[in-house]
């Protein structure tokens, strides 16, 4: 089971996440997030990380435009996105498009190669409905990755709280069917105790787990024991 553990804000939690060998670090620029951080802190933080393509830019954009600059300003090239529809997604990639690729009109549905990795954030209610089942299927043909997190009045990320696990799979079916080379993260109040105890079912569904303030003294404070007593799931 890979581990990403989001919302650092301090050089000292960034090594101890590096050290005890988090698999992805995210880095939350959302002005809402108790987490957030500014993108020059951004930039300093990363620039002394040993793995630079470990690190996640975490954002909730207006627009394409505003998503290219905050990309920019950090120099971070995986990008979890809180916002953007399918179409904007496709062409954020294709100003990214790798450089010895031919310059071509990109069908959403084909892979092509791009700079950028996109995962795209979709918040799961507790049943899902045909309306999350386009949502699913639509980001799916786009996205590198997809990340579930539960959703509260149409807003993901620091909720806090747990994503079923029957809808969760349910979830990650669709995805995987539309695009099994899909990456599948789970967020939502993810902590070591419901890892351990679902662990059979998340490593057969997701690639990854996403902790957050199952880590933490309170937010954007990570604990140095609770970080590094998570990753011995890893090693289980």
């Known amino acids: 089971m890979n581990i990403k553990i989001c919302g650092i804000r301090r050089n000292k939690d960034l090594l101890t996440c590096e050290n005890a ?10 002005e809402r997030s108790k987490r957030l951080v500014k993108t020059q802190k ?12 470990k690190a996640v830019l ?17 120099g971070l090239m995986k990008v979890q996105l809180h916002s953007l529809l399918a179409e ?22 084909k892979k092509y190669k791009s700079d950028l ?16 089942i386009r949502e699913i299927q639509d980001f799916t043909r786009v996205c ?10 149409g807003k993901t990320g620091g909720t ?6 029957e ?43 996403d902790v957050n303030s199952g880590v933490e003294d309170e937010p954007g404070v990570k604990n140095m024991a609770k970080i590094n007593d998570l990753m011995e799931i890893k090693v289980i």
């Open 21 to 30: 060998g988090a698999d992805l670090i995210g880095f939350i620029n959302i």
């Open 167 to 209: 809808t969760a799979t349910e979830a990650a079916k669709i995805a995987k069917k539309c695009n099994p080379d899909l990456k599948l993260f789970l967020a939502g109040g993810m902590n070591k105790n419901r890892i351990e105890n679902e662990l059979k079912t998340l490593d057969n569904f997701f690639d990854f787990v």
């Open 88 to 109: 904007d997604i496709i062409k954020l990639k294709m100003h990214y498009q790798t450089k010895n690729e031919p310059n071509k009109c990109i069908d959403p549905v």
């Open 117 to 132: 990795t996109v995962i795209r954030v979709i918040g799961l209610p507790k049943k899902i409905n045909f309306q999350k």
């Open 160 to 165: 806090g709280r747990q994503i079923p696990l």
């Open 58 to 74: 975490v954002i909730e954009p207006e627009n394409m435009e505003d998503a290219q600059e905050k990309i920019e300003k950090t």
């Open 42 to 53: 951004i930039k300093d933080l990363t620039s002394s990380m040993k793995d630079q393509e």
């Open 144 to 153: 590198d990755g997809l990340l579930f997190d539960s959703e509260i009045e």
